[in-house]
């Protein structure tokens, strides 16, 4: 198992670099890869930030990246839940993540973030219905 970082993920997703793109889809198609979730939070980052993806769409092409490939991702179903919250919200993808914890971990998340806790009280609300 190999670790990757967000180039290789940006460059497999992007498709836009006639040297890197190939190697990176080789690295990736050939191999169990491991993308831990700070490299996941910095392609977000990059693609929303740099090549201004907007979420829907990054929240796509990260998910079929995860769908389609030989690809570990720790905690995995919580983080793309996370990714599926940054899709749909306006919410920084941390806190998407902890979005996920809360609702598929049930994991108690303690916030001073005023727009996170009534996310995560709507999911909560949601659960209780």
């Avoid at 929240?59 to 919580?78: G, M």
């Avoid at 919200?89 to 303690?110: K, N, P, R």
């Amino acid at each position: 198992m190999r670790k990757i970082d967000a180039n290789i993920v940006l460059r497999y997703v992007l498709n836009d670099h006639e040297e890197l793109s190939p190697k990176a889809k080789e690295i990736v198609d050939n191999n169990i890869v491991e993308v831990p979730i700070e490299v996941l939070c910095e392609a977000v980052f990059v693609l929303h930030g740099h090549y201004e993806v907007n979420r829907p769409e990054i929240h796509a092409k990260l998910t079929e990246f995860f769908e389609n490939t030989n690809s570990i991702l720790p905690r995995r179903d919580a983080v793309l839940k996370g990714l599926e919250y940054f899709g749909k919200t306006s919410l920084d993808f941390v806190d998407c993540i902890l979005a996920g914890y809360y609702e598929l971990e049930q994991t108690q998340i303690d916030t001073f973030d005023r727009k996170l806790q009534k996310f995560i009280n709507k999911i909560s609300n949601a659960a209780d219905s």
